[in-house]
């Protein structure tokens, strides 16, 4: 449908793009590949859009900002601007007025904790997938404001959040250096990663009293 349109609206410009239908047949793959996931509404959008502010054929990434920005007609805020605001405001995320509740849905089925203290490169992909399939669940018409969360993973524990910072005040470390230390205490207690992750932190830090579960937790800061 795609290529049909472009071929209407930019006639013998759009034919000169392309050497040969060899090439055509290359390029829509291409095509093909990166809008996989859009909602047709918005491509429609998108294809109007370009008409007014292309008098060639747009370029893929062209397009795909077209893509962004009809998306955002829809109240949707494109993704990197979505992922930055879900990694703001990961520490206490029931706190924010969030600009869509695609973006809190998101950070919440990718993990506040991920969020704030994991690098991008860990969590921006795992939040763009799970933003852009809330996104095409808001453009076919779904209200994420009245879904029930537990079709998605439960949220971290804010209390333990606050513990964890609270242990890293009373350690003199930063609260930064603290959640990352004990990350494993949001891991389930009899996972073969939680007790690895434990005794290497144990290891890397002799001059600390590393807390083994919640309960140890709450003991030292009792």
């Known amino acids: 449908m795609?290529?049909?349109?472009?071929?209407?609206?930019?006639?013998?410009?759009?034919?000169?793009?392309?050497?040969?239908?060899?090439?055509?047949?290359?390029a829509k793959r291409e095509w093909a590949l990166?809008?996989?996931?859009?909602?047709?509404?918005?491509l429609v959008l998108a294809i109007e859009?370009?008409?007014?502010?292309?008098?060639?054929?747009?370029s893929i990434a062209e397009f795909l900002q077209l893509m962004d920005q009809c998306q955002q007609s829809f109240g949707l805020a494109p993704a990197e601007q979505a992922y930055a605001e879900a990694c703001r405001h990961a520490t206490a995320p029931s706190h924010h007025p969030w600009s869509h509740a695609a973006v809190y849905h998101a950070g919440r089925a990718t993990g506040w904790f991920e969020l704030k203290s994991l690098p991008r490169q860990a969590t921006q992909s795992r939040f763009n997938q799970h933003y852009k399939s809330l996104c095409q669940r808001v453009l076919a018409g779904e209200n994420l404001d009245q879904i029930q969360t537990s079709s998605l993973p439960a949220p971290n524990n804010d209390n333990l959040f606050a513990l964890i910072d609270q242990w890293a005040m009373q350690k003199g470390i930063t609260p930064e250096l603290g959640q990352s230390m004990l990350y494993f205490l949001h891991l389930p207690k009899h996972s073969p990663i939680r007790k690895n992750?434990?005794?290497?932190?144990?290891?890397?830090h002799l001059n600390l009293l590393i807390p083994e579960s919640m309960d140890a937790l709450r003991s030292q800061l009792a």
């Not at 349109?5 to 060899?22: E, P």
């Not at 992750?197 to 890397?204: G, N, Q, V």
């Open 197 to 204: 992750l434990y005794l290497r932190t144990k290891s890397e």
């Open 34 to 42: 990166s809008l996989a996931g859009y909602e047709e509404d918005v």
């Open 2 to 26: 795609l290529f049909a349109r472009f071929m209407t609206i930019y006639g013998h410009k759009f034919k000169s793009a392309f050497d040969d239908d060899k090439e055509i047949i290359i």
């Open 49 to 58: 859009q370009a008409k007014r502010q292309y008098s060639w054929m747009p």
